[in-house]
């Protein structure tokens, strides 16, 4: 009787794994009470590998090929199980394969802002945010570290975790750094550089490769931003003659528009240059009281603040060189205090 249920068992000739979905990282090949059969036929494609776990311990790992699975194929199956060099019987033994294929274009970014203290802006609240790619290397730490004896894993279980991990180590050197915001968003492929080097060794902690990381983007929430931007528009408050022919440049185009033609136009340039040389005047005035006043009044601020923001703009339309932007506001903010 024993001999005849021995003789109903199926035997499994042929192992292999065909990838139907293209988030799947790991699969288990369906065994049940099925038994391999000695001599059977084990193929791995490119971009995969197999491993065998026998009774809850790692056999043997294969790369890509075409294996008749004997004794000599399984060296390690075969001392676990302490086959007799002569003896060929089907076996058993859980068969796991790993697609290694790059897995690219993967999102990352920081959730919240991350509060850090800048040498220039004092405490500031930075994001970030780009891509990365990764594959398995190593599929018996990931089996025993990652994805364990679970029949399908795939990348969305994985890359929580992985998002999380970025996340907390850019937070990590974001506290780290002694780099000035704006030095540090004008030079993001170095940040990412480093970034990369400080997580691969994190990646390979989970049978992992970290092929590629890059930082698309460091910036303020925009609350902030906005702060930023009159701050600098700031730099340009010293050069009123280029303010003058903004306005000028400005009030030509509306003036054309005007009733009378021509010298419709003429009244339109003069009052240009009238009002835009009064507001020169006026503010050349003010900031020169600022200056020698202790403090700076809030409407005065509020004034400068409001007008400068309109100048930011001129950097936009190259009147204003960074260069001289940068001097400007250098300039300003001594005047302020």
């Known amino acids: 009787m024993a001999f005849m249920d021995f003789l109903k068992k199926q035997f499994i000739d042929v192992i292999q794994c065909v990838e139907d979905d293209a988030d799947i990282i790991a699969w288990r090949f369906p065994m049940r009470d099925f038994e391999i059969q000695y001599g059977a036929s084990l193929t791995v494609r490119e971009s995969q590998m197999a491993v065998f776990i026998n009774e809850g311990k790692f056999a043997d790992v294969f790369g890509p090929g075409r294996y ?6 399984l060296p390690l199956l075969t001392n676990l199980e302490h086959w007799d060099k002569l003896f060929q019987s089907p076996f058993k033994s859980d068969v796991y394969f790993f697609s290694t294929r790059a897995r690219l274009d993967r999102k990352w970014g920081t959730g919240n802002p991350i509060t850090v203290r800048d040498k220039e802006f004092g405490a500031v609240r930075l994001r970030a945010f780009g891509i990365y790619s990764y594959h398995v290397a190593d599929p018996k730490l990931f089996h025993s570290t990652i994805s364990g004896t679970i029949e399908r894993y795939t990348t969305e279980q994985l890359e929580g975790q992985l998002r999380n991990t970025v996340a907390g180590s850019i937070a990590n050197l974001f506290g780290e750094s002694s780099i000035p915001f704006l030095d540090m968003a004008a030079n993001q492929e170095a940040f990412g550089a480093v970034l990369k080097e400080k997580l691969t060794p994190v990646f390979a902690g989970f049978g992992l490769m970290l092929d590629n990381f890059v930082v698309q983007n460091i910036s303020l929430p925009e609350e902030l931003e906005k702060v930023l931007d009159a701050r600098i528009g700031m730099g340009v408050a010293g050069d009123l003659g280029r303010f003058t022919q903004y306005q000028v440049a400005q009030a030509i185009p509306l003036a054309a528009q005007n009733e009378g033609g021509a010298a419709g136009a003429g009244v339109g340039i003069g009052a240009g240059i009238s009002m835009g040389q ?4 006026n503010l050349q005035a003010a900031t020169q009281n600022a ?5 700076v009044s809030g409407s005065l601020a509020d004034e400068i603040t409001a007008t400068l923001e309109k100048l930011h703009a001129l950097v936009g339309k190259g009147i204003l060189s960074q260069a001289e932007f940068d001097a400007k506001k250098e300039e300003l903010l001594k005047k302020l205090g």
């Open 68 to 73: 008749t699975l004997t004794t000599q194929t």
């Open 278 to 281: 009064a507001m020169a005047q």
């Open 291 to 295: 200056a020698a006043s202790p403090a």
